[in-house]
């Protein structure tokens, strides 16, 4: 079973339903993949779609579904995780439900 890493902070968005996607810079995810979160072979994720697009084009539906406010919020926090960004660079947008 491979495995996701999350921050601390994003795990109760998670488990309440709120964060139904993750953006990231590389991927090594696939459609029906299931993956443990951090290691906790309780905590399970089933992806449900991966697709790749550029940061300059990612919604506020899209901010929303990541557990962010808007869509500023979310670039926020991808300039902090990945200081040197910019609107051209492409990051893969990873869907995904809690696995039963």
Request: glycine share 4%.
């Amino acid at each position: 079973m491979k495995t996701i890493f999350f921050k601390k902070e994003f795990l109760k968005d998670i488990d309440k339903g709120n964060k139904t996607q993750t953006i990231r810079k590389k991927s090594i995810y696939k459609k029906d993949d299931i993956c443990s979160i951090n290691f906790n072979s309780k905590n399970r994720i089933k992806i449900l779609e991966v697709y790749k697009k550029s940061l300059g084009d990612i919604t506020h539906k899209e901010a929303k579904q990541d557990g962010f406010k808007g869509i500023q919020d979310l670039f926020n926090k991808l300039i902090e995780i990945y200081p040197e960004i910019d609107l051209t660079d492409e990051f893969y947008v990873i869907k995904f439900e809690k696995a039963r």
